[in-house]
């Protein structure tokens, strides 16, 4: 079965820090591009950052720049989303998602087409 799985998720205070982990099963990660998005209570779900499949290329949404890193370990088949300085703000549910398409466009870099979904983890940044 193909598959995303996302981990990492919790309860931490604003300030604090997470890991979040997307791992594939049934495919090789290393071939595509991986977008991590988020959606809150309420709330549209909205892309937060992208890895291009090389790792080389990476973008992010202006609300966390500076605090969110996505990398890649392709030897392990796993994607990271590190995310410091947490703030209740970030309170949402994170996915992982494999992106069929990349575009660069001058210095810009995007994914697009996300075909596979990871289910989702929690992540709760309260005091």
């Known amino acids: ?3 995303l799985v996302e981990s990492g998720g919790g309860l931490v205070q604003p300030g604090g820090s997470l890991r979040l982990s997307c791992s594939a099963s049934g ?15 309420g709330k549209e779900r909205e892309g937060v950052s992208c890895i291009s499949s090389s790792g080389g290329s990476t973008n992010y949404t202006d609300s966390v720049k500076g605090r969110f890193t996505t990398s890649r370990d392709n030897a392990k088949n796993t994607v990271y989303l590190q995310m410091t300085n947490l703030k209740p703000e970030d309170t949402a ?6 992106a069929e398409g990349e575009v660069y466009s001058g210095s810009n870099y995007y994914c697009i087409d996300f075909g596979r979904w990871g289910q989702g983890t929690q992540v709760t940044v309260s005091s």
């Open 1 to 3: 079965q193909l598959q």
């Open 27 to 41: 495919f090789i990660l290393n071939y595509y591009a991986i977008g991590w998005f988020r959606q809150a209570p």
């Open 93 to 98: 549910v994170y996915y992982c998602a494999a």
